[in-house]
């Protein structure tokens, strides 16, 4: 098609699509559009009687377009789309209309010129700017043979000049012609560079092979002969190539000499010198009511905790690394923090401390979990860091100082300085406006990192586009487990064409984890928020990363974690009258009100943008704009030639994430440096702890393993759609062989106008590895497609590990290029086997659990706070009944497959704090005080409410987590189960000190606040636990652990054998009400 035509709207969305032909209103409106689904081919879609008709348009082998209309109405081929509109006016060709109305395109508002809109880094020009003007009368010949008379050639050889006048003169017109007749080589520029650089050339082959020998000495790793072999044959290459070849060996010597340097300085018997140095924090120790100065030193090298009465004091009390068992956190007093260890065998000390602050708790906290993590016996980590920053340089270079960067010192919620010294494994920086070269940038923040971490980081891909830039650095122990590296880059500035806006991505797998990161520039202006809008679009749809099997997906379903940072440019909404009002309130440190009228949060609420994606509250100052070369004062005022521009203080800089379901996810760090002052904007850090899935080896025989696949059941789909199509669901794993699809489901339309599809046959999924070890950390991608042009209509994701204990019923939100789209309900079960869930290292630390707050610690955070998304996008329901814990028998009851307040998402219970129903009773200053406490527990409410039910209050706990209910959608077969039951408490995934009571809607699961039917009163020493429950029938899931394996430390009910009287393992009390109904099947939320 040459010519422009209103009815062709290029890469519009489907949903976009269906829009426009709804608002025309008219039977025979029609547009086309790209496909989703195939390159190169098109979908016509049409409007009949309120419902939308798509049909493909494909092209043939010969580039010939026809449209896949009616069975029995003969195929017509046609040239160009014009053309095949033309033939479609007329009835009877197969469409349900004829077309009659085109659907014009709507305008779409260019983002205005900035002052910055070119590529960076152009070579000068010194030819007269008139030259220009008079090349569209000359040729281009006389043009170039024009600007050479206002060169001084003077400093070059005189042969030299004569080849270059001769090509000008003769040679450039002809390799004008060839790059018009397509054939991108420049056979006269080739001639003229390598007559040029003959001596160049020659130098080259001598120096090259040199070279070579010099970086085999420096790398152990290559074969030898491989360089001289590969010079020997390159002879032949071009000069510009071989000069490129030249410059990357230079580099790589620089490079492995500078580490060769370091590893000699920096290693002692093969293992790197202690980096991070030895720690200690004063705290405090209630014993017999009276508070007593302590101090705890932590040596992460050597991996032990010392127990000191004075700082200079003895160091006869520690504790190894392997006998500290677990760390729970306190939500009521900010400072506190438990300590779980194991004293001698089956003796566990129990202990509690007071830091001076909530941030010395936190870097407590993490130097331990590096020293479990350092001498953890597990061959491949289970659990990551990840620093994630942004920064607008403001076309300014850095600073010499850039530290507190990495360290994640300023403003917000920072790191202590103790743990200034902990390496993340993963370090992603993400630029805008950068005026540094890629490798000038690159070796600056290796430079950093080497001196902050005392570790030479390796660079796992660099991407740019213009001045946007994205660098991702890693630990070099990390270097075989990283792979799958991918990179690519999405252009929104002007017509969508400049990259002076838009944004560069990388992804890749570490071992079976995949992760996404996406450092965007967005266009700016406060008045441009619904451009941003179409721009993140845009970066959705169109930048190419992960694996490419799952192209039905956008990148916000392809991997485990996937990071977005950047200048998102959403500024505060307000008007320009109440700027030294917002300065005032950012003085004083409110931002609350602000973060209200923030448009990120504002179109996060409203679903237009990051729809499920988090954010770590705010607490830091707006990041920009900045007057250079002091953080004291903004600069909200920009004269222009059209009057005076206001730039409100705004948080443009933002770091979001998106993970699959029940995967753990903690923000440790988000603020903004405040030493950092070349730039109109402050850098922004963000510190990640995330689970991740190593290889696997199966333990088990592979003739004893499970039979059977993973079962979906009882799917249906609300899709919000006006297409007259029929619909089918394709399953998407890396632990399956090749995508399933169904058969097509049943169709009911429904009165608000969207349409519900039953998928009421089973579908087993046969994965490749039967494990359930395997099974608990897969994850299936769902996809909803239409059966007449292969397109999605939305997807979603399930976790299979919520199926971990029964057959679970799911809810998942589908979303098609950043847009809900509906909501698919179904239930899963995995094929039955014995098996101990793997304890991980992330679930060393853990949150009490409160019945006073009720907060889980969650992914979601406060919505009133900062206007951040409480909606996951999927929720599962509880198991039929509550499933005693394993080691816990019948004593804590009152959990499901997942603890609300634990930082796993895995459901694991650790060890029970007295193994052997006996309290450790030695009284050294260090172990006295537990039975000294006993008689206070009841009132103290880290061990939980000893003397009163918690029926209410858990009721209250539970719904607080509930996703919160889709007003636009409800579930077909909600009633068929237990309407008392909740939905499943989701894990926790953001860990921070404080409590977060915020107030959740007010729609309920249930109108009973209690479980069970006939609850047993409990007696005094069995008071706040819930009820003892028989053990599970035989044909439920017999995969459940061993009662006596597992425990948890923060239960507070689990009292020495004095107090109560343990059930036996194995032997629950038998209650006749609580028998499991293994046939009833879990309720859908609502």
């Known amino acids: ?116 809109i070119l590529p960076p880094q152009l070579p000068p020009r010194n ?47 002809l390799d004008a012609e060839q790059v018009h007749n397509g054939f991108p080589n420049l056979p006269g520029l080739n001639k003229l560079t390598m007559a040029i650089c ?45 000069l490129e070849q030249l410059t990357k060996l230079l580099y790589s010597i620089e490079d492995k000499a500078k580490s060769s340097m370091f590893e000699s300085v920096g290693c002692e018997g093969g293992h790197r010198k202690s980096l991070i140095p030895l720690v200690t924090f004063e705290v405090k120790q209630e014993s017999l009511g009276i508070s007593m100065k302590m101090f705890l030193k932590v040596d992460v090298e050597n991996g032990k905790l010392y127990l ?46 007071v830091f001076d602050d909530t941030k010395k708790r936190e870097g407590f906290c993490q130097l331990l979990q590096q020293m479990k993590n350092k001498h953890s016996e597990k061959p491949e980590p289970d659990m990551i860091t ?177 990071f977005w940072l950047g200048d998102l440019n959403y500024r505060v909404e307000f008007p320009s009258t109440e700027a030294e009002n917002i300065v005032t309130k950012i003085r004083q440190q409110q931002y609350q009100e602000l973060l209200s009228r923030d448009q990120l949060n504002t179109e996060r609420n409203d679903g237009k943008v990051f729809l499920h994606f988090d954010e770590e509250e705010i607490t830091f100052p707006p990041t920009y704009r900045f007057e250079r070369d002091t953080r004291e004062k903004y600069a909200y005022t920009k004269a222009k030639a059209t009057g005076t521009k206001y730039n409100l203080p705004s948080w443009c800089d933002r770091v979001l994430w998106k993970s699959y379901p029940l995967v753990h996810v903690v923000c440790q760090a988000y603020g903004c440096t405040n030493d950092i002052m070349t730039s109109d904007h402050s850098p922004l850090f963000a510190s990640f702890e995330v689970g991740v899935a190593s290889q696997f080896v199966s333990k088990q025989d592979m003739n004893s393993a499970p039979q059977g696949g993973i079962q979906i059941r009882n799917c249906i789909a609300t899709l919000m759609t006006k297409s007259k199509t029929k619909f089918f669901i394709e399953y998407h794993s890396s632990c399956l062989e090749k995508k399933v699809k169904t058969i097509e489901g049943e169709n009911m339309e429904k009165s608000d106008g ?13 994965p490749i590895i039967s494990d359930p070890e395997y099974l608990l950390d897969q994850h299936i991608l769902i996809c909803v497609k239409s059966t007449d042009c292969d397109e999605s209509y939305g997807e979603g994701c399930v976790a299979l590990r919520a199926a971990q204990f029964s057959y679970r019923e799911f809810q998942v939100t589908l979303t098609h290029h950043g847009e809900k789209t509906g909501i698919l309900t179904g239930g899963i079960q995995l094929p039955t086997s014995e098996c101990k869930p793997t304890e991980k290292l992330y679930d060393f630390i853990k949150i009490e659990s409160s019945d006073d707050t009720g907060s889980s610690k969650g992914k979601g955070v406060d919505a009133n706070k900062s206007g951040n998304v409480v909606d996951k996008g999927w929720s599962y329901s509880l198991p039929q009944k509550s499933l005693p814990i394993a080691g816990q028998g019948s004593k804590d009851t009152k959990k499901g497959g997942y603890d609300v307040g634990s930082r ?170 609580l028998h499991p109904e293994v046939t009833k099947m879990g309720r859908s939320v609502k």
């Open 1 to 116: 098609m040459q010519s422009y035509q209103p009815w062709c709207h290029g890469t519009i969305s489907r949903s976009k699509a269906e829009d426009l032909l709804s608002k025309a209103a008219r039977d025979g409106s029609f547009l086309i559009r790209a496909s989703e689904s195939i390159q190169g081919a098109y979908a016509l879609c049409v409007l009949y009687q309120n419902c939308v008709y798509t049909y493909r348009i494909l092209p043939n082998v010969d580039k010939k377009l026809s449209v896949q209309a009616s069975e029995g109405v003969p195929i017509r081929f046609f040239s160009v789309l014009t053309e095949l509109v033309e033939a479609y006016y007329s009835p009877n060709m197969g469409l349900v209309t004829h077309l009659q109305y085109p659907v014009h395109r709507e305008e779409e508002v260019d983002e205005e010129q900035e002052s910055q």
């Open 127 to 173: 030819f007269a700017g008139n030259d220009l003007r008079e090349s569209d009368s000359m040729s281009l010949s006389e043009t170039y043979l024009m600007r050479l008379q206002h060169m001084d050639l003077s400093t070059i050889p005189e042969e030299h000049q004569l080849a270059i006048q001769e090509y000008f003169r003769t040679s450039v017109s």
């Open 198 to 242: 003959k001596n160049l050339n020659s130098e080259i082959s001598r120096i090259l092979p040199v070279l070579e020998i010099f970086h085999r000495m420096l790398d152990q790793q290559l074969s030898p002969g491989i360089g001289l072999k590969q010079i020997s044959g390159d002879l032949g290459q071009s000069v510009p190539f071989r």
């Open 308 to 353: 000191k009465k004075s700082k200079d004091g003895p160091e006869d009390k520690f504790f190894m690394h392997n006998k500290i068992l677990q760390l729970v956190k306190s939500q009521k007093m900010h400072a506190k923090l438990v300590i779980v260890a194991e004293k001698e065998k089956e003796k566990i000390l129990r202990r509690e401390f």
């Open 386 to 562: 990840v620093f994630v920053g942004t920064w607008n340089m403001g076309n300014a270079g850095p600073p010499h100082n850039i530290d507190s960067w990495f360290q994640c010192k300023g403003q917000g919620k920072t790191r202590d300085d103790t743990a200034d010294h902990i390496p993340h494994d993963f370090y992603v920086i993400g630029t805008q406006e950068d005026p540094l070269g890629e490798r000038e940038w690159a070796d600056t923040v290796k430079s950093v990192l080497r001196k902050i971490t005392n570790i030479t980081f390796k660079q796992v891909a660099t991407h740019t586009l213009w001045n946007i830039r994205i660098v991702v650095l890693a630990k070099p122990e990390h270097e075989n487990r990283i792979s799958h590296v991918f990179s690519d880059s999405v252009k929104t500035g002007i017509a969508n064409t400049l990259g002076n806006k838009g944004a560069v991505g990388v992804s890749f797998m570490f071992n079976r984890s995949s992760f996404g990161f996406v450092n965007s520039h967005l266009t700016s202006g406060s008045e441009k928020k619904l451009r941003r809008n179409q721009n993140y679009t845009n970066i959705l749809r169109f930048v190419n990363l992960g694996d490419k099997k799952l192209n039905p997906f956008d990148i916000t379903h392809r991997f485990t974690h996937l």
């Open 754 to 766: 969207s349409i519900k599809v039953s998928f009421r046959n089973q579908v087993e999924l046969t």
């Open 904 to 1073: 796993s998402p895995t459901g694991k219970h650790l060890n029970p704090i007295y193994g052997s129903g006996e309290a450790e009773t030695e009284c050294d200053p260090f172990c006295r005080g537990e039975e000294e406490k006993v008689s206070g527990m009841f009132d103290n409410p880290l061990y939980g409410s000893m003397g009163k039910s918690r029926g209410k209050d858990q009721d209250h706990q539970q719904k607080d987590l509930l996703t919160p209910p889709d007003p636009n959608f409800t579930t077909s077969n909600a009633a068929d189960g237990d309407p008392d039951r909740p939905p499943l408490p989701t894990p926790r995934i953001r860990s921070f000190t404080c409590s977060e009571t915020k107030p959740q809607p007010s729609t309920p699961v249930s109108s009973h606040p209690s479980t069970f039917k006939k609850p047993v009163a409990p007696s005094r020493s069995e008071g706040g636990m819930a009820q003892s429950r028989p053990p599970l029938p035989s044909k439920s899931r017999p995969g459940l652990p061993e009662p006596q394996n597992a425990r948890d430390y923060r239960d507070s009910s689990e009292l020495p054998s004095k107090h109560r009287l343990p059930a036996k393992p194995g032997q629950p009390q038998p209650h006749k009400d």
